[in-house]
C-alpha cells in the first residue's frame, strides 16, 4: 500500500520471535512517520517459508492445504486498507493510524473461527448470558475442535460439511468420546456458527446440511431398599460432615426430582409452608415458577436451616464423593448426583402417581421425557408382566 497524504503506510510481516513449535506471527503492520503499531493476523507460520517481497506465506510442501486460504485472509488485510485509503483520497480526509487500527482490531476474530467461538464465549459469559458451566463446556466443545483440526487457526469459511462429518467420526473412533458427548460438541459449535452467520461473516451455517440426535442414556435410579440404605447412613454419627452435606442433598432431590443446579441455588426464603416456590434454572430466562409440595421427609432434611439450604461444593466434587458414599451404603451402581432424579422419576411411577403430575413436579415441558421414567420402572414392568399371570394359568 502506498503513503497516505499523512505518511501512513500498511504491509504484512513476520514476526521475529519463534514460538516452541517453530512458528512465527504473521502481522500487519501500520505505520505513520514514527508510530508503528503491528496487529496480528492471527496466523503462525514458519520464518523459512514467507516471502519479505511478495508478503506472503509459500507452500510447506507440495500440496500445502492451508497456505491458500491463509494467504487470501491476509490479502483482505491489505485490500481493506487500500480502500480506506481510496475513501480518505476522494474525501479529501487524512487517514490515521487509529482509523486503521479501529477497523482491523477484531477481523482476525470474524476471520478465525477459534478466536470467535472463544471471544463470543467470554462475551456471553460476561453479560451472564450463560453461566459457568455452560462457559466451560463450550470451551472445551472449542478445544476438542482444536485437537482434531490440529493448527493454530482455523479460517470460518473452512468449516464444511465434509470438515464436520470428518470430525464426528474423529471424535468416536480416535477420541473415542460417546455419541451424546459428541452431540454435545456438535450442538456447541453449531452455535457459534449460527452467531456468524447473523453477523454476516459465512452465508450459511454447514450444520444445515449435518444432523445429530441425543440418545436415552444409560440411566440409573435407586429402588426402595437402597434409598433406605442411604437414609441409615445419613443418621450414622460417624459419617464426615462433608459427606453428610452432599447426602442430605442427593436425598433431597431423591425426595423432590431436583436437579443439581437448583438445589445449589435453593434459599430458605423459598419455603412457603411445606412448598417450595422457585424459579427453576432451566426455566429462568422464561421466568418460570414452580411450586413444589414437599413431603415430611424432604421439609425434615432441611430443618431449622436458614439462608442457603445446602453447602456449596463443586459439582466434580459431589459426584466423586457420592461414589464413595453408594459404596458405604452397599449400593453397586454407578452413582451420580443425577441419579437422585431419576430415582424420583421412577419411585413416583411405581407409585402410580400420574404422569402428567411428574412432568409437572419435575419442570418438564414435554410429556415424551417423562415418559422415560415409565421405561425405567423395573417394578412396573414386573406389575405388567404379571398381569399375563393373572389372566393366563396353565
Known amino acids: 500500500m502506498k503513503k497516505s497524504r499523512a505518511g501512513l503506510s500498511c504491509y504484512i510481516v513476520i514476526d521475529s520471535r ?72 476522494l474525501e479529501k480526509t487524512d487517514i490515521t493510524i487509529d482509523d486503521i487500527v479501529n477497523e482491523f482490531k477484531n477481523m482476525h476474530v470474524a476471520e478465525d473461527f477459534f478466536s470467535f467461538m472463544e471471544v463470543n464465549a467470554n462475551e456471553l459469559y460476561n453479560q451472564d448470558t450463560i453461566v459457568n458451566g455452560t462457559w466451560r463446556r463450550h470451551k472445551c466443545s472449542l478445544n476438542i475442535l482444536k485437537l482434531y483440526y490440529n493448527r493454530e487457526t482455523l479460517p470460518i469459511g473452512r468449516l464444511s460439511l465434509e470438515l464436520i462429518e470428518k470430525f464426528d467420526a474423529w471424535a468416536r473412533t480416535k477420541h473415542k468420546a460417546g455419541h451424546n458427548t459428541v452431540c454435545g460438541y456438535h450442538k456447541d459449535i453449531k452455535k457459534y456458527l449460527s452467531m456468524a452467520v447473523r453477523k454476516c461473516l459465512i452465508a450459511k451455517n454447514p450444520y444445515a446440511d449435518f444432523s445429530f440426535a441425543y440418545v436415552d442414556g444409560d440411566r440409573v435410579a435407586l429402588n426402595q431398599e437402597e434409598i433406605n440404605n442411604l437414609i441409615t447412613l445419613f443418621k450414622h454419627p460417624l459419617l464426615e460432615h462433608n459427606d453428610r452435606e452432599i ?28 412448598d417450595l416456590v422457585f424459579i427453576p434454572f432451566k426455566g429462568r ?41 453408594g459404596a458405604r451404603a452397599s449400593i453397586f451402581k454407578r452413582l451420580t448426583y443425577h441419579c437422585a432424579r431419576d430415582t424420583f422419576g421412577t419411585q413416583a411411577v411405581e407409585m402410580n402417581v400420574h404422569i402428567k403430575l411428574i412432568s409437572e413436579m419435575m419442570g418438564h415441558s414435554d410429556l415424551k421425557t417423562t415418559s422415560i421414567y415409565l421405561k425405567m420402572s423395573d417394578a412396573e414392568k414386573r406389575r405388567a408382566m404379571g398381569k399375563f399371570d393373572d389372566r393366563f394359568k396353565l
Open 18 to 89: 519463534v514460538n516452541p513449535n517453530g512458528l512465527s506471527k504473521i502481522l500487519f503492520r501500520i505505520q505513520q512517520a514514527r508510530v508503528k503499531r503491528d496487529l496480528y493476523t492471527g496466523i503462525k507460520w514458519p520464518r523459512t517459508f514467507f516471502s519479505q517481497t511478495t508478503q506472503q506465506l509459500l507452500p510447506r510442501n507440495a500440496n500445502d492445504p492451508d497456505v491458500q486460504p491463509y494467504n487470501l485472509q491476509i490479502n483482505e488485510f491489505k485490500t481493506r486498507a487500500h480502500r480506506m485509503a481510496l475513501t480518505g483520497y
Open 247 to 274: 447426602l442430605r442433598r442427593f436425598l433431597f432431590s431423591c425426595f423432590t426430582g431436583l436437579r443439581i443446579s437448583d438445589t445449589g441455588l435453593l434459599n430458605s426464603s423459598m419455603i412457603h409452608g411445606s
Open 285 to 325: 430466562s422464561q421466568g418460570k415458577i414452580l411450586r413444589l409440595p414437599l413431603q415430611n421427609i424432604a421439609m425434615q432434611l432441611i430443618d431449622g436451616r436458614a439462608g442457603m439450604l445446602f453447602q456449596k461444593f463443586s459439582h466434580g466434587y459431589i459426584n466423586e464423593r457420592l461414589k464413595i458414599i
